[in-house]
């Protein structure tokens, strides 16, 4: 049985890294460069899949604190306390990736733009989300509290993705499309784009399935000491 978990795990992180090496190779060597956006574009490659696997990572937390507070399930507790860590490290780097990309198509670092405002506000969320696991005195009300806290988080998540389409911004349109249809990517950009998507999924399943791996180990640990205290 342990056996068979290293192995998944060892076939797992292979599979990431030989993607992402793709993925790498495909942006940097293979896609044309943007007629109008130049260089900079490549950024694209990485911000995109970045957003995706923050937002999938935060549809876990829906789900695992829903788990939580309907079942009282340990393991559903833990899914939702490696997601939104993984989750806040993915939107970090989606909003690095972001600033870097809009200085020289914008002109600025950071405009209050709505889809960037409201991604901000999703970032916090759950940076609050962790803290109040963090700093919570008892263990399983900190577990409620930052399940509830998931759960309500979530809603910024389609408000995101939707914001480019309520609010007048300077955010770009969705780019997947014909590019014969006026603004559509290039094949080769969509196939990139579509790898390195499923990439960043891969280092987030493989993020997921160390950090849970973590949860067991100490959960394990505290429970051999108790039992050495009692």
Not at 26 to 40: C, E, H, M, R, Y
């Amino acid at each position: 049985m342990i056996s068979s978990r290293i192995n998944f795990r060892l076939l797992l992180h292979l599979t990431t890294f030989l993607v992402m090496l793709y993925v790498l190779y495909l942006i940097f060597l293979s896609v044309p460069t943007d007629k109008n956006l130049g260089i900079s574009q490549r950024i694209f490659y990485f911000h995109v899949p970045l957003a995706w696997s923050g937002f999938l990572c935060f549809f876990i937390v829906l789900i695992g604190s829903i788990g939580y507070l309907w079942k009282k399930s340990l393991i559903c507790d833990r899914l939702a306390h490696a997601s939104s860590e993984i989750g806040v490290l993915f939107i970090t780097l989606m909003l690095m990736s972001g600033v870097l990309w809009a200085k020289p198509v914008w002109g600025v670092w950071w405009t209050w733009d709505p889809r960037l405002t409201t991604s901000l506000i999703l970032w916090l969320i759950y940076v609050a989300y962790l803290m109040l696991r963090a700093y919570s005195s008892n263990r399983q009300q900190g577990a409620k509290y930052a399940a509830l806290l998931g759960i309500a988080g979530f809603i910024d998540v389609p408000i995101v993705y939707l914001s480019i389409y309520w609010w007048r911004t300077v955010h770009p349109q969705p780019l997947v499309g014909p590019a014969t249809s006026g603004g559509g990517l290039d094949p080769s950009m969509q196939t990139a784009l579509m790898i390195s998507t499923l990439a960043f999924t891969l280092v987030l399943i493989s993020l997921l399935v160390e950090r849970m791996s973590l949860f067991r180990d100490q959960y394990a640990l505290e429970t051999h000491v108790a039992s050495i205290k009692s």
